[in-house]
């Protein structure tokens, strides 16, 4: 709604504004409502359709994660604490980083955010000036330009390539695309939406690139647990990346954990920028709740066999998806690599934002269009696979009815 | 630390910076570190010292709060939530301002976040730009001014006038500071650190002031139930304001339900900017956990009886507070109307954060500077007395024991 408001003053003739509108600055009216919403909204009106629009599993919040934090709340843990995090959560994260990436790491580079998002935010806030320029693979997760534009920075979105074998990055389009105003690049791996995963030659690619510009890199590799291929997890910066390399990680309790209501996660930096990093945390929420974090610091210590659990189901899912779809002859799919999305394009079908429309009302799946993660998405739906068999293959049955031509009505 | 660190690039014989300082932009890098901190870090090193530099008081959350909570985290709701905070706590936020200030309200104007810093700043988004000023009645709290300069704007404190009865404001000042380049007024009342409430005329002055500059007011009435005049709560721009003023009110649970550590809170703003604070709250942080709004609406509708002994405890240990410190006849002080901090001077003491860290030493008291709050700070010294009769009765004790020259050695 905001982008298509006159922000300026009013002309004679002009639709009437409210004033309050009228007040707010320009680059926050322009701010993008998310286009995913629009389908969610178009579906929950209605009802009886399987909703596999969101980023978010099906399963809640484990019970000894939320016992920990409710124990915490029992004990009165309810006054202010550390702006950077719990020492001892901030502990569990070095050792829990070191554990995944054999890797050591220092307590002082983790500072726990109120959510991935902030974490974003915060690096971005570092990294990015009004009118300075970040590079965004795309098609992406919308939310990341969005912060960029809400602190007046420029996303500068660059497409992936397409082809037989799915998305992949075209190194010589990033390298156009830096300008004397480019600050930063956004590498989200394993990718969402696409399931694009980069490899270690990609990312060095990306790393002599940003050496070559002075550019931060800004790592989310959120999904690194969610990947198919070999090795247990997916390529990391952490595994080509030298000590003095200018990287900032930003992480979410979310996905791994099945957190995604908590609004909890981390940054990981350079320990130099700590102070810089607490005053930002300060001054915009000013701290995670320490009842939240001893859940973290629980599903940090006595999480990993439910993390093995929901990468088997995500990967069960993908596999049960991707054969249903494929095998309706009218589906363009490359089974993704990681994180839990299948990123798919229908035969013959165009106006993906219209089409995600017409799937709620005759088919009763809610999808994502495309179109709501930037350029090169258009012609593609997303379809987050991180649930249980049952609904999967319902859904299923669904999409696969309505491709056969058999259009169903609601129920 | 990061105010004086060189922020441009480096001359030959300049002292070395981390490089991944100089690559964080210079408004960010400037950001100061709050003023408080100095005496605490300075305070905890020791122990034996009384804290009473923070401003929250020492009760735990009420146990009806942390249950609600608790059994929202045992019946599993942790999945992504409402931006705009839960109907159910949006009706709630609505029915307990109409209650307490009378007026009818509309669950509409009400947007959970996850602080009152975090509805300070989006607040502050919404009506500052990069180089546009906000008027701050000073001394003040600082993270209001550091939340405008975090987002490039400009704080220009304008100075209270202090005499006999205390702190007030001068209008005439408030008028000559406006330039083309203002945009909001921020006004605390009751106000921290001075303890200063605003009169109805005081109030209606500064909704003057806004109206012929066309100024956004940024409201924050966060101690408007501490108030020890009549009338059982302070004076609020909700009794003299017209529908159509352009109010921001910024909010937080953690004073009133003893909540600090929570970090949750709420903007009240009119309908016509939800999409916009939706995009705001969307795009920082991503909403409050569901299970943390639970706990929130357990505050509202259960918790009056809690409130009123907050109110009554503060009032005590303010009578206590004062009555203790005028009789050493070594003070300079005038008994707040309203928050729960008393700002005093000391005779013949001036360099207020040397004594503040003299105190941690000689009194084992923790006060914060009032130089941590601004111009017109310099010369006091702030003390929440939101605590228990025993511990204010000791801390009397120390501070009126130090005053009288009997310096005390460390336990």
Same mark, same amino acid.
């Given at each position: 709604?905001?982008?298509?408001?006159?922000?300026?003053?009013?002309?004679?003739?002009?639709?009437?504004?409210?004033?309050?509108?009228?007040?707010?600055?320009?680059?926050?009216?322009?701010?993008?409502?998310?286009?995913?919403?629009?389908?969610?909204?178009?579906?929950?009106?209605?009802?009886?359709?399987?909703?596999?629009?969101?980023?978010?599993?099906?399963?809640?919040?484990?019970?000894?994660?939320?016992?920990?934090?409710?124990?915490?709340?029992?004990?009165?843990?309810?006054?202010?604490?550390?702006?950077?995090?719990?020492?001892?959560?901030?502990?569990?994260?070095?050792?829990?980083?070191?554990?995944?990436?054999?890797?050591?790491?220092?307590?002082?580079?983790?500072?726990?955010?109120?959510?991935?998002?902030?974490?974003?935010?915060?690096?971005?806030?570092? $990294? &990015? !000036?009004?009118?300075? +320029?970040? *590079?965004?693979?795309?098609? /992406?997760?919308?939310? %990341? =330009?969005?912060?960029?534009?809400?602190?007046?920075?420029?996303?500068?979105?660059?497409?992936?390539?397409?082809?037989?074998?799915?998305?992949?990055?075209?190194?010589?389009?990033?390298?156009?695309?830096?300008?004397?105003?480019?600050?930063?690049?956004?590498?989200?791996?394993?990718?969402?939406?696409?399931?694009?995963?980069?490899?270690?030659?990609?990312?060095?690619?990306?790393?002599?690139?940003?050496?070559?510009?002075?550019?931060?890199?800004?790592?989310?590799?959120?999904?690194?647990?969610?990947?198919?291929?070999?090795?247990?997890?997916?390529?990391?910066?952490?595994?080509?990346?030298?000590?003095?390399?200018?990287?900032?990680?930003?992480?979410?309790?979310?996905?791994?954990?099945?957190?995604?209501?908590?609004?909890?996660?981390?940054?990981?930096?350079?320990? $130099? &920028? !700590?102070?810089?990093? +607490?005053? *930002?945390?300060?001054?915009? /929420?000013?701290?995670? %709740? =320490?009842?939240?974090?001893?859940?973290?610091?629980?599903?940090?210590?006595?999480?990993?066999?439910?993390?093995?659990?929901?990468?088997?189901?995500?990967?069960?899912?993908?596999?049960?998806?991707?054969?249903?779809?494929?095998?309706?002859?009218?589906?363009?799919?490359?089974?993704?690599?990681?994180?839990?999305?299948?990123?798919?394009?229908?035969?013959?079908?165009?106006?993906?934002?219209?089409?995600?429309?017409?799937?709620?009302?005759?088919?009763?799946?809610?999808?994502?269009?495309?179109?709501?993660?930037?350029?090169?998405?258009?012609?593609?739906?997303?379809?987050?696979?991180?649930?249980?068999?049952?609904?999967?293959?319902?859904?299923?049955?669904?999409?696969?009815?309505?491709?056969?031509?058999?259009?169903?009505?609601?129920?």
């Amino acid at each position: 709604m905001p982008a298509t408001l006159p922000t300026g003053p009013q002309r004679a003739g002009a639709p009437a504004v409210d004033p309050c509108l009228s007040r707010v600055r320009e680059h926050v009216l322009a701010l993008p409502e998310s286009g995913i919403v629009e389908v969610m909204n178009y579906g929950l009106a209605r009802g009886g359709v399987i909703p596999m629009w969101a980023g978010e599993g099906d399963l809640p919040t484990p019970a000894f994660i939320r016992h920990a934090a409710a124990r915490a709340l029992e004990a009165g843990e309810t006054f202010y604490t550390w702006q950077r995090g719990l020492p001892e959560l901030r502990a569990a994260l070095a050792r829990y980083i070191a554990r995944l990436y054999g890797v050591a790491e220092d307590p002082e580079r983790f500072f726990v955010t109120g959510s991935g998002m902030q974490a974003i935010q915060v690096a971005f806030t570092m $990294a &990015l !000036g009004p009118g300075e +320029e970040l *590079l965004l693979p795309s098609p /992406t997760w919308p939310n %990341a =330009a969005a912060a960029a534009l809400k602190i007046g920075a420029v996303p500068v979105p660059v497409p992936f390539d397409y082809g037989p074998s799915g998305f992949t990055f075209d190194h010589d389009r990033l390298e156009r695309a830096v300008t004397a105003r480019t600050r930063a690049i956004f590498v989200n791996t394993p990718a969402n939406p696409t399931g694009f995963v980069a490899s270690h030659d990609d990312l060095r690619a990306i790393l002599a690139l940003a050496r070559r510009h002075g550019l931060w890199i800004i790592a989310d590799e959120i999904y690194g647990r969610f990947f198919y291929g070999e090795g247990g997890r997916a390529p990391s910066f952490r595994d080509v990346m030298a000590e003095d390399d200018h990287i900032l990680f930003v992480q979410t309790f979310s996905k791994n954990w099945a957190m995604t209501g908590w609004r909890i996660g981390w940054l990981e930096a350079p320990p $130099a &920028l !700590g102070q810089v990093i +607490e005053n *930002l945390i300060q001054y915009s /929420t000013s701290g995670v %709740a =320490a009842f939240m974090q001893r859940g973290a610091i629980a599903a940090l210590e006595e999480g990993e066999p439910f993390v093995a659990e929901q990468v088997a189901r995500a990967r069960a899912g993908r596999d049960l998806v991707c054969a249903a779809l494929a095998a309706t002859g009218r589906v363009d799919l490359v089974p993704p690599a990681g994180a839990f999305y299948l990123f798919f394009g229908v035969t013959g079908e165009t106006d993906v934002r219209r089409l995600a429309l017409r799937l709620v009302d005759e088919a009763q799946v809610g999808l994502a269009p495309g179109t709501a993660f930037g350029p090169g998405g258009d012609g593609f739906l997303r379809l987050c696979f991180a649930r249980g068999e049952a609904q999967l293959s319902e859904v299923a049955r669904r999409l696969s009815g309505w491709l056969a031509g058999e259009r169903r009505e609601a129920p």
